[in-house]
């Protein structure tokens, strides 16, 4: 069983920022951030496999950073710039060969 767990949500100003961590169980090859805004689909924000560049959303990009640590057991999300349409619940994705395994999200919102 391979357990995701997200944190570092909150509530910040338009502008601010805030980080997020996800961290599993064991080391994954490729991870992710998705979000979902209410009414929405969940998409796609980052993600990053191994030492390929990472792959950002047309509307974080220059804003949100993903990065990981060395083990790989942690993936990080550093959010600058935020904008209320950023507002949404961010979760952490696993990709596995066979498998793909999600957290149970961090609610981030952005309001003055």
């Known amino acids: 069983q391979v357990h995701v767990v997200e944190s570092g949500g909150g509530l910040v100003q338009p502008g601010g920022s805030l980080r997020l961590s996800c961290t599993t169980s064991?080391?994954?090859?490729?991870m992710g951030w998705y979000r979902q805004a209410p009414g929405k689909q969940r998409e796609l924000v980052a993600t990053?496999?191994?030492?390929?560049?990472?792959v950002y959303a047309d509307s974080v990009k220059g804003r949100f950073t993903i990065s990981r640590d060395n083990g790989e057991h942690t993936v990080y999300l550093q959010m600058n710039s935020l904008k209320p349409e950023d507002t949404a619940v961010y979760y952490c994705?696993?990709?596995?060969?066979?498998?793909?395994?999600w957290g149970q999200g961090t609610q981030v919102t952005v309001s003055a």
């Open positions: 994705n696993a990709k596995l060969a066979l498998s793909t395994h």
């Open positions: 064991i080391s994954i090859y490729a």
């Open positions: 990053i496999a191994g030492s390929s560049s990472p």
